[in-house]
């Protein structure tokens, strides 16, 4: 048996997910309308109780068998992933000698899809799905990836098909991972393999060759696949039960990164393979910045809450969900409150901050005479606003206006009686108004610049 270097074994542990759930399946045919083709299907699918899907959300691999062969040699692999987590959709067409690889491309892409109209499955995906397959399979995985949404494809000594594999592969822009066997005579990774992987247009690809690998081994023994191998003269010097091990090994992080959103990223993959024994492998990948837990800016007088630079934001105020955008206004939110907010990056990967206690910096007493003191019309407005300030105040008081990502954008001293604003030139959006004097905020409203 290959080994992995201890240093690995500690890189990977993050990876290694308990088997938590039996195995339920089931077998039905989809029409395919749009085709006018009935797609036989057999759906393998994480159980608690061996008969119902179990309670959570999973992703979808459809997965495409090799020639002359079907969904039953591939049980070593739907025993491994099933009960880590993963819905396994075998299409169960094309299995003769003389298979139509375009229809097959496209059962695959079809039991993927379809399986979301399905009322007993509907709730429990995940919305992330992988076109895998093994020779032919492997091979019309990249027909099917090539014209459909995919969130990873993963070949197994992937076959040139007809239409081309070889063609498909440059249109495919999710994550893939290509497995060869350097002892893989049945299809030649010279002719096969390598051509395809070269071809991925992908920002992140992986190619993994194992050495001595065999063709078949990918699957448990099949007549058929084991007859053809034997005929090939392949040069193969390791185990079938080798094989699936170093198979899971480098496959089982690349799917949690693609399709579970597991934060391992792609340079820890790259160094996971670089260093397995018994492979050698090729990579191209594009690295994306993740900051980790983003940094929230507080202005309590202003009333906002920034979070650093992602992609999607969740706000919570006191525990419940606020708002989904950078900045949060929380000028009318209470005096004080605790918060948090949750981002996602380009990776997919999610972190939240720890709750965090906001008070406003605002005098208590006097306010509510204040807000009457002062007031802001029209309002929306168009070209300016009007302050009437009514009454005597004491000492100086200056108005501040503030858009609502922060930025100041004027100030100036306030007394009784009418001040215009010449708003003509502003952008149109909500604005903030402060009244302070040297030592607290006086009041705050908000206008609309039409």
Same mark, same amino acid.
């Given at each position: %048996? ?61 997965? /495409?068998?090799?020639? !002359? ?16 987590? $993963?819905? %396994? ?7 003769? #000698?003389? =298979? ?9 892409? #079809? ?19 992988? #076109?895998?397959?093994?020779? %032919? ?23 040139? +098909?007809? =239409? ?22 049945? &299809?030649? =990774? ?35 696949? @084991? ?9 193969? &010097? ?12 480098? %496959?089982? =992080? ?38 980790? !837990?983003? +940094? ?9 809450? &920034?979070?650093?630079?992602?992609? +999607? ?9 606020? /708002? ?18 949750? !981002?996602? $990056? ?18 208590? @007493? ?9 007031? !802001? ?13 009514? /009454? ?38 909500? $604005? ?6 040297? +030592? ?6 908000? #206008?609309?610049?039409?």
């Amino acid at each position: %048996m290959k080994k992995i270097l201890t240093l690995l074994l500690l890189l990977c542990s993050v990876w290694i997910t308990a088997q938590d759930f039996q195995i339920a399946s089931t077998s039905v045919d989809w029409d395919d309308v749009d085709r006018g083709r009935t797609v036989g299907v057999e759906i393998y699918f994480p159980s608690d109780d061996g008969i119902a899907i179990a309670d959570g959300e999973f992703p979808v691999i459809a997965f /495409g068998h090799g020639f !002359v062969m079907d969904a039953g040699a591939y049980q070593n692999i739907r025993e491994y992933l099933v009960p880590r987590g $993963y819905i %396994m959709v075998f299409a169960t067409t094309e299995t003769g #000698f003389s =298979p139509n690889h375009g229809n097959f491309g496209g059962d695959i892409a #079809f039991i993927a899809n379809h399986i979301s109209t399905q009322a007993e499955f509907a709730d429990h995906l995940n919305g992330r799905t992988c #076109f895998m397959g093994h020779s %032919m399979g492997g091979g019309a995985s990249f027909l099917a990836g090539g014209s459909n949404a995919v969130n990873c494809v993963v070949g197994l000594a992937p076959a040139e +098909t007809d =239409p081309s594999a070889i063609m498909a592969a440059s249109t495919i822009d999710a994550p893939t991972l290509v497995i060869s066997g350097t002892g893989d005579a049945v &299809t030649p =990774p010279a002719e096969h393999h390598r051509p395809i992987y070269d071809g991925i247009e992908a920002s992140n690809k992986f190619w993994v060759s194992i050495m001595g690998g065999a063709h078949c081994y990918y699957a448990n023994s099949s007549g058929t696949c @084991d007859l053809g191998e034997s005929l090939s003269g392949g040069n193969i &010097t390791i185990s079938r039960e080798e094989q699936h091990q170093i198979m899971f090994d480098v %496959m089982e =992080p690349f799917l949690e990164k693609s399709l579970k959103e597991d934060c391992v990223n792609w340079s820890e993959y790259t160094t996971f393979i670089g260093a397995y024994d018994g492979i050698s492998s090729l990579f191209s990948i594009s690295l994306i910045s993740n900051p980790g !837990v983003p +940094t929230v800016n507080e202005d309590t007088q202003i009333g906002l809450l &920034t979070s650093s630079s992602a992609v +999607t934001y969740q706000w919570y105020i006191n525990g419940e969900p606020a /708002g989904n955008e950078q900045t949060l206004d929380v000028s009318a939110a209470e005096m004080t409150f605790d918060y948090s907010v949750t !981002v996602t $990056y380009e990776d997919f990967c999610s972190f939240s901050t720890e709750t965090g206690s906001y008070e406003v910096e605002m005098v208590v @007493d006097g306010v509510e005479e204040w807000m009457a003191k002062l007031q !802001v019309s029209p309002n929306p407005c168009a070209d300016f606003i009007q302050l009437d300030l009514t /009454g005597s105040t004491e000492g100086s008081n200056r108005v501040s206006i503030y858009n609502l990502a922060g930025v100041l954008v004027l100030e100036q001293d306030i007394s009784s009686g009418t001040t215009l604003v010449d708003l003509a030139e502003w952008q149109s959006g909500i $604005y903030l108004l402060t009244v302070s004097n040297k +030592t607290a905020i006086l009041s705050r409203q908000k #206008f609309v610049k039409e």
